[in-house]
C-alpha cells in the first residue's frame, strides 16, 4: 500500500456526474482520501500534480456491478464453443482453483480494471477470502459476493451456505471490502438454498446477486419445472427485493419486466457477455421506461476478454438501438450514468459523482488522439461513450489513492510478475 497523498488535478475538463449533470472547468484537490475543493487556480500545496498538454478529462470511477475476477486466467481459452462446451470447460476450471490462485487471478483482474477506470466492482465467486486478501494488498475497493448453490451441485469444500456466512462474518466492517451473498441461478439452486441466502443477508445486512434469465433454454427449463419463468419464481419465493442486483435478465416477460423494475435494487446490464454467448438482447430501454435501477458489468473475462466499461457502454446503448430499431434509445448520458451514478446508488459509493466532500474515485483521461477535438459541453459525454477507450486513461484514483499514473507503481508492477510467474506454472 502506498501513503496517502494530496493530489491536485491542473485545469480539467470535468464531468462531475452531479444532479444537474454538471461539466465543470477547473482543479480538483484530493486529501485524505476525499475530495477537499474544486475550483478555478485553487492551492497548489498537493505532493503530487497532475495535468497534461491536452486538457486532462475527470469523470467518476467506473462501477462495474458483475464480475468473476478469479477467471482470469481463461482470457483467450474458451471462445467461439457452445454453451454447453463453455460451461463444461469453466466449471472444470473452477474445480480445480486454489486459495493462491484466485489470490494471482484477481491480482492481474484488478490491475486490468485499475488500468481501464474502474474503481469499484461486485464479485460473484467462492474463495472471495483470496480476493479480499488482493483487494487489501493493492488498497482497492469491492463487494465480493460468495456465491452459494445446491450443495449437491458446488464444487466447493463444505456447505456453500456456511462458506458464505463465514466469509461475510469476516469481513463485516471491514473498509475496503464490503462481503455480500451470491446465488448462481435457478438452474443450480432451489428455493431452500435462496432461502438460506436471503436469511443470511437479512441476518447481516447485506446485498445479494444472482444471474437471473441469462439464456432462453434457463427459462424454458424452469418453466417446465415449476410453471414459473426464473424471476417471476424468485419473486415469488421471496428473493427479490432492494438487496438484490439481478444480473443479466436477458429473458424476461412483460410482466416481470415490471417486477424487476419496482422490486430489485439494481439490474446488471452485462452487453458484451451477452453478445459473446448469444445470450440474447437484454430488455433494457424497457427497463428503463418502468423505472428500474440499469448498471452495467462485465462478467468474466471468459464471456468478455475485456474488463473494459468503455466497451459495455458503447456497445451496451448501440444493442438496444438494434433491438428497438431506434436510434435515440438510451443516450450516451444514460450510459455513463448506468456505469457510474446508478451503481453507486445500489453499493452506496460515495454516489458516483464528484463533488466537495465524496470519496475520491476519479478517473482522469488524456484525449489524445483519438477522442479530439474535444467537443464543448454535453458532447464530451458522448465522446467518452462512444470514441474513448482505456487506453485514454491517463490516471486512476481510488479512495484518494493514485493506483495508475501513466504506468502502475513500482510495487504493483512487483506483484504483477509475482502472479505472472505463479499462473504461468499452470
Ligand atoms: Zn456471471
Known amino acids: 500500500m502506498i501513503d496517502a497523498m494530496d493530489i491536485l488535478v ?14 465543470a472547468n477547473g482543479d480538483i484537490y484530493i486529501s485524505d482520501g476525499r475530495i477537499d475543493e474544486i475550483g478555478k487556480d485553487i492551492r497548489a500545496d498537493a505532493d503530487i500534480a497532475l495535468k497534461s ?20 486466467p481463461l482470457r483467450g481459452k474458451v471462445d467461439d464453443i457452445e454453451l454447453s462446451q463453455f460451461l463444461d470447460a469453466t466449471s472444470r476450471f473452477d474445480s480445480r482453483n486454489s486459495y493462491k490462485k484466485i489470490y494471482y487471478s484477481a491480482v492481474l483482474g484488478i490491475l486490468s480494471m485499475i488500468r481501464s477506470g474502474i474503481t469499484h466492482f461486485v464479485d460473484f465467486y467462492y474463495g472471495e477470502d483470496a480476493i479480499a486478501k488482493a483487494i487489501e494488498d493493492i488498497g ?31 469481513y463485516k466492517g471491514s473498509g475496503s471490502v464490503k462481503p455480500m451473498v451470491a446465488v448462481q441461478g435457478v438452474y443450480a439452486a432451489g428455493k431452500e438454498t435462496f432461502g438460506a441466502a436471503a436469511e443470511l443477508a437479512d ?20 418453466f417446465r419445472k415449476y410453471r414459473r419463468t426464473p424471476l417471476q419464481w424468485l419473486s415469488d419465493i421471496g428473493f427479490v427485493n ?8 436477458v429473458w ?37 421506461s418502468m423505472g428500474a435501477n440499469i448498471t452495467l458489468g462485465t462478467d468474466s473475462v471468459a464471456s468478455n476478454n475485456s474488463l473494459d466499461m468503455f466497451n459495455e ?59 479530439l477535438p474535444v467537443p464543448k459541453a454535453g458532447g464530451i459525454v458522448k465522446d467518452i461513450v462512444y470514441a474513448a477507450n482505456p487506453g485514454n486513461v491517463a490516471a486512476t484514483i481510488v479512495n484518494g489513492q493514485l493506483l495508475y499514473n501513466n504506468g502502475f507503481a513500482e510495487w504493483i508492477e512487483k506483484l504483477r510478475d509475482e502472479a505472472l510467474k505463479f499462473l504461468a506454472r499452470g
Open 10 to 23: 491542473k485545469n480539467a475538463v470535468i464531468v462531475t456526474q452531479d444532479r444537474n449533470r454538471k461539466i
Open 53 to 72: 498538454r491536452s486538457r486532462l478529462i475527470a469523470l467518476p470511477g467506473f462501477i462495474n456491478t458483475h464480475a468473476h475476477i478469479a477467471m482470469t
Open 140 to 170: 482497492y475497493n469491492a463487494h465480493l459476493a460468495w456465491v452459494t448453490l445446491d450443495k449437491d451441485k458446488t464444487t466447493q469444500k463444505g456447505d456453500p451456505i456456511s462458506n458464505a456466512e463465514h466469509f461475510i462474518k469476516q
Open 203 to 222: 441476518k447481516y445486512d447485506t446485498l445479494t446477486t444472482a444471474h437471473v434469465a441469462e439464456t432462453y433454454f434457463e427459462v424454458v427449463q424452469h
Open 242 to 249: 432492494r438487496r438484490l442486483i439481478a444480473v443479466h435478465c
Open 252 to 288: 424476461l416477460s412483460r410482466s416481470e419486466i415490471a417486477i424487476a423494475a419496482k422490486k430489485a435494487g439494481a439490474v446488471s446490464y452485462n452487453p458484451t457477455s451477452n453478445m459473446k454467448l448469444a445470450s440474447g438482447i437484454a430488455p433494457i430501454s424497457r427497463l428503463v
Open 313 to 371: 457502454m458503447k456497445y451496451g446503448s448501440l444493442l438496444q438501438k438494434v433491438k428497438e430499431g431506434n436510434a435515440k434509445v438510451l443516450d450516451a448520458q444514460s450510459m455513463l450514468d448506468f456505469a457510474t451514478v446508478n451503481g453507486a446508488k445500489i453499493l452506496g459509493e460515495g454516489d458516483g459523482t464528484i463533488e466537495v466532500g465524496k470519496p475520491a474515485n476519479i478517473v482522469l483521461l488524456n484525449p489524445e488522439p483519438n477522442m
